[in-house]
């Protein structure tokens, strides 16, 4: 079995994790000579990224995702005005959680992490970011919200009002009726898991917040020590869940795992500093990102600061190969094995959305 998950020298390609009913390319992640998927997909990869290219997502599973998630979004938590809903379909929810979860036994289990998804990233812009997000009392309203995921337990006189402010704005409504339908599906430790790394994202926030407040630029290692908080660790990490079986808590918590989860949540997140690099730049204020640190705490362009950027991912990208083959080599345990490949679906998906999402995404002029 093992041979069958590690791809050779150089350590465990995100192809070779795949369930062999996938078919994934195996190729190299060079868009000069990948297989057919990278050039048949919309919008162009970075240049000089390392990236495993994907078959195209399930189109009748994407259209039914789509379907069912502008249904929830609209009527059962009202989770966007009007005047959003072209942002909210320009996003591709449906294509973007059928391409990270390819081993979803069903459209309902692709709806566990399509749900979690918008709920988060309704979130991060209404508190955060252009849709009324503000790092002053930034703290105090994701505490809030946060008890949506993980319940507050406290005296008869006091929970009625806890539990009528779930219900206060989009992003409370989101998260707990996201989570609702999750438990459902998940086992307790997995819950615990989810609400665990939602803590993290939630630190992460604040971190950016209180720098941008104090107008800190921090140094590249403090700003990638941010990004191992402010980054996507709760998509990927709860693959078992949407893959329909459960990886023990104890498997799960082991720090070879925890560094693999962690290196896959890293290199992630720079694929999304690449790729909505311009997009930051045409919003409002400074947006940092790991090209706009590294320009201005090493002194260098942004064209060179942008290409180390990618180096930075790709290094990354490395490190979560050899970590998990490390991982596989010492602990073949089919669900560790089987979990492994599910983080690696997600990451390879991940790149995939950010590379086809010309909605959203252009690259810069640097090449």
Not at 290 to 319: F, T
Request: proline fraction near 8%; charged fraction near 20%; hydrophobic fraction near 40%.
């Amino acid at each position: 079995m093992l041979q069958q998950i590690l791809r050779g020298p150089s350590g465990l390609g995100t192809a070779g994790l795949y369930l062999p009913l996938l078919q994934a390319p195996t190729g190299p992640s060079d868009p000069s000579a990948s297989a057919e998927p990278a050039e048949q997909a919309a919008g162009r990869p970075v240049p000089g990224l390392y990236h495993h290219p994907i078959p195209e997502p399930d189109a009748h599973r994407v259209e039914e995702v789509s379907r069912r998630i502008k249904a929830w979004a609209v009527e059962e938590v009202e989770l966007f005005p009007p005047d959003w809903e072209d942002q909210f379909d320009g996003f591709s929810l449906g294509r973007y959680m059928v391409a990270c979860h390819p081993d979803a036994p069903t459209v309902e289990h692709l709806m566990i992490a399509t749900r979690l998804m918008a709920a988060e990233n309704a979130l991060d812009d209404c508190y955060c970011e252009d849709h009324g997000g503000s790092p002053v009392g930034l703290g105090g309203r994701l505490l809030l919200a946060h008890t949506a995921l993980d319940p507050l337990h406290t005296t008869a006189e006091y929970q009625p009002d806890w539990a009528e402010s779930l219900h206060a704005d989009a992003p409370r409504r989101a998260y707990r009726s996201a989570m609702q339908y999750f438990v459902q599906q998940a086992g307790h430790s997995q819950a615990d898991r989810y609400r665990h790394d939602m803590a993290r994202l939630h630190l992460g926030y604040l971190a950016e917040a209180a720098w941008a407040e104090t107008d800190y630029v921090p140094e590249v290692w403090e700003y990638l020590a941010m990004r191992q908080f402010n980054n996507f660790r709760p998509c990927p990490t709860i693959t078992d869940t949407v893959g329909g079986y459960e990886l023990p808590a104890d498997l799960h918590a082991l720090p070879a795992m925890q560094r693999v989860i962690a290196l896959a949540g890293n290199a992630t997140t720079i694929v999304n500093d690449l790729y909505s690099y311009t997009k930051e730049l045409a919003s409002p204020g400074r947006h940092l990102n790991l090209p706009v640190v590294i320009a201005e705490r090493e002194d260098c362009s942004v064209r060179d600061a942008y290409l180390k950027a990618v180096e930075v991912h790709n290094d990354l990208m490395h490190a979560f190969e050899a970590a998990a083959a490390d991982l596989a080599a010492e602990v073949p345990h089919p669900v560790v094995l089987r979990f492994l490949r599910g983080v690696a679906a997600w990451v390879d998906g991940n790149h995939y959305w950010h590379q086809t999402n010309t909605y959203r995404y252009s690259l810069p002029d640097f090449w």
